[in-house]
């Protein structure tokens, strides 16, 4: 039965359409929205959830929205055990995580299996906001990529990257480095084939160092937050960038791959970066 469904059964002077119709799955955390009205049932609503997913053993409500320097999102345990800390499993790799400490978004999983597939035999592939290691990891298990390096600059999930990558044995293509990406990325000494940044918000400032970082017909995937039907303002950022760099560009592909409420999408921006003009 759908969680709408049942929760309208157990509360039923509640309007339906104000209760939650679903959550998002990460390890054994049940992460749920719940409208400020119905605060004083949270605890009863995720004494549900719990009833009747006998996996889920955290219920945790959203709290706010994603801020801060590290991208992170304030969430309220409001049923069963007292922590944010889990494992999940996805496209075949293993992710120790803390939803408190760093960002992650399990919605994502088939867009990391969506690039991963796009990743050339021996391609160099830079992942500028790399945060627990899911890009970085989901391409080391499922291309032939020569080089994978994930740079992040949140020590938390830096530290479970790295935790991460031991748990993920066989993976020994991938590297993860600590610190800013924009000072990161040119000390390494060369340039890569494929460079995505993949921060939820504000990845516009790391467009810079990410251009620099292709070498001539080098492939960008730029994340980015736009209103629905709507990509000109994120492609505007490419664009103005690249005039910074001194670069050209080929605008290749948009791809939808998620969506934050009815009206914002989240948009893949791929363009080919040329030389230096």
Same mark, same amino acid.
């Given at each position: 039965?759908?969680?709408?469904?049942?929760?309208?059964?157990?509360?039923?002077?509640?309007?339906?359409?104000?209760?939650?119709?679903?959550?998002?799955?990460?390890?054994?955390?049940?992460?749920?929205?719940?409208?400020?009205?119905?605060? $004083?049932?949270?605890?009863?609503?995720?004494?549900?959830?719990?009833?009747?997913?006998?996996?889920?053993?955290?219920?945790?409500?959203?709290?706010?929205?994603?801020?801060?320097?590290?991208?992170?999102?304030?969430?309220?345990?409001?049923?069963?055990?007292?922590?944010?800390?889990?494992?999940?499993?996805?496209?075949?790799?293993?992710?120790?995580?803390?939803?408190?400490?760093?960002?992650?978004?399990?919605?994502?999983?088939?867009?990391?299996?969506?690039?991963?597939?796009?990743?050339?035999?021996?391609?160099?592939?830079?992942?500028?906001?790399?945060?627990?290691?899911?890009? $970085?990891?989901?391409?080391?298990?499922?291309?032939?990529?020569?080089?994978?390096?994930?740079?992040?600059?949140?020590?938390?999930?830096?530290?479970?990257?790295?935790?991460?990558?031991?748990?993920?044995?066989?993976?020994?293509?991938?590297?993860?480095?600590?610190?800013?990406?924009?000072?990161?990325?040119?000390?390494?000494?060369?340039?890569?084939?494929?460079?995505?940044?993949?921060?939820?918000?504000?990845?516009?400032?790391?467009?810079?160092?990410?251009?620099?970082?292709?070498?001539?017909?080098?492939?960008?995937?730029?994340?980015?937050?736009?209103?629905?039907?709507?990509?000109?303002?994120?492609?505007?950022?490419?664009?103005?960038?690249?005039?910074?760099?001194?670069?050209?560009?080929?605008?290749?592909?948009?791809?939808?791959?998620?969506?934050?409420? $009815?009206?914002?999408?989240?948009?893949?921006?791929?363009?080919?970066?040329?030389?230096?003009?």
């Amino acid at each position: 039965m759908r969680l709408r469904s049942m929760l309208a059964a157990r509360f039923l002077d509640v309007d339906p359409t104000r209760l939650p119709g679903g959550f998002d799955r990460v390890g054994d955390i049940a992460v749920v929205s719940i409208v400020p009205e119905l605060e $004083p049932l949270a605890t009863a609503i995720g004494a549900v959830i719990l009833d009747a997913h006998p996996a889920v053993r955290v219920v945790a409500r959203r709290d706010g929205q994603f801020g801060g320097a590290f991208r992170t999102r304030p969430l309220r345990i409001v049923a069963g055990e007292q922590r944010l800390t889990t494992v999940h499993r996805e496209n075949g790799i293993l992710l120790h995580l803390d939803l408190g400490q760093a960002y992650f978004s399990v919605r994502l999983a088939h867009e990391r299996a969506r690039i991963a597939a796009l990743v050339r035999p021996d391609e160099r592939v830079a992942v500028l906001g790399s945060g627990v290691g899911p890009y $970085p990891l989901v391409i080391g298990r499922h291309s032939r990529a020569n080089e994978v390096i994930g740079v992040e600059m949140n020590p938390a999930a830096h530290a479970f990257a790295l935790r991460n990558l031991a748990a993920n044995r066989g993976i020994r293509t991938v590297r993860f480095l600590a610190g800013d990406a924009g000072q990161v990325l040119p000390e390494l000494g060369h340039r890569f084939d494929r460079v995505l940044v993949v921060l939820p918000h504000g990845g516009e400032s790391l467009l810079l160092p990410a251009i620099g970082g292709l070498r001539p017909g080098g492939i960008l995937h730029f994340y980015d937050m736009q209103a629905k039907g709507c990509h000109r303002a994120a492609l505007a950022k490419i664009e103005t960038a690249c005039e910074q760099a001194g670069r050209g560009w080929r605008s290749t592909q948009v791809t939808v791959c998620g969506h934050c409420g $009815p009206a914002l999408h989240r948009l893949c921006l791929e363009a080919t970066i040329g030389p230096e003009t």
